[in-house]
Antibody
Framework: EVQLVESGGGLIQPGGSLRLSCAAS????????MSWVRQAPGKGLEWISV???????YYADSVKGRFTISRDNSKNTLYLQMNSLRAEDTAVYYC???????????????WGQGTLVTVSS | EIVLTQSPGTLSLSPGERATLSCRAS???????LAWYQQKPGQAPRLLIY???SRATGIPDRFSGSGSGTDFTLTISRLEPEDFAVYYC?????????FGQGTKLEIK
């Protein structure tokens, strides 16, 4: 059974850093495309980053230069390092397994339960 | 980037009725790369439909998707109590992937 479990969220001051983790089971993270999607309170969904099975990474403009996606193959875990956090980064962050088309974009077939990040002083 | 506009914002129906949700794109979505998700309060989204009309694993056949180009539809043939939720469309025909703002399906 495919499972994704996020952790690492919490309250952080503006300008601070946080690292989210997403532990996977039932499949191999390194053999799949994996994404982070966030949802601000009461708002819709926003794709923010993807890591390809080959290791290439891509980011939404809203987080480029501040967030870094990575994975640890030995732990079958996905990460999101978030630096220079802003109030507008407040959201529930989901990791999601991604099925990608030939164009390199995709849909999200399995999601974790999410972890809440609150950026506030 | 492609902007997706969902309508209506809220749909009030009764169990047993048919629901029709719309998703319109600001430009053509290549190869009908359009997905639909269901999200209940406090839960993660769940994939319902991909490729505009293919049901994801385990999704009941009362859910169906259709459309191409810029106009897509999610139809729920006979509403069950567990179907009342928020529904999002998402395009993956061009980068970046984008979502619609959602349609809330509520019990009338």
């Amino acid at each position: 059974e495919v499972q994704l479990v996020e952790s690492g969220g919490g309250l952080i001051q503006p300008g601070g850093s946080l690292r989210l983790s997403c532990a996977a089971s039932g499949f191999t993270v390194s053999s799949n495309y994996m994404s982070w999607v966030r949802q601000a309170p009461g708002k819709g969904l926003e794709w923010i980053s993807v890591i390809y099975s080959g290791g290439s990474t891509y980011y939404a403009d809203s987080v480029k230069g501040r967030f870094t996606i990575s994975r640890d193959n030995s732990k079958n875990t996905l990460y999101l390092q978030m630096n220079s956090l802003r109030a507008e980064d407040t959201a529930v962050y989901y990791c999601a397994r991604t099925t990608v088309t030939t164009g390199g974009v995709g849909y999200f077939d399995y999601w974790g339960q999410g972890t809440l990040v609150t950026v506030s002083s | 980037e492609i902007v997706l506009t969902q309508s209506p914002g809220t749909l009030s129906l009764s169990p047993g009725e048919r629901a029709t949700l719309s998703c319109r794109a600001s430009q053509s979505v290549s190869s009908s790369y359009l997905a639909w998700y269901q999200q209940k309060p406090g839960q993660a989204p769940r994939l319902l439909i991909y490729g505009a009309s293919s049901r994801a694993t385990g999704i009941p056949d009362r859910f169906s998707g259709s459309g191409s180009g810029t106009d897509f539809t999610l139809t729920i043939s006979r509403l069950e109590p567990e179907d009342f939720a928020v529904y999002y469309c998402q395009q993956y025909g061009s980068s970046p992937e984008t979502f619609g703002q959602g349609t809330k399906l509520e019990i009338k």
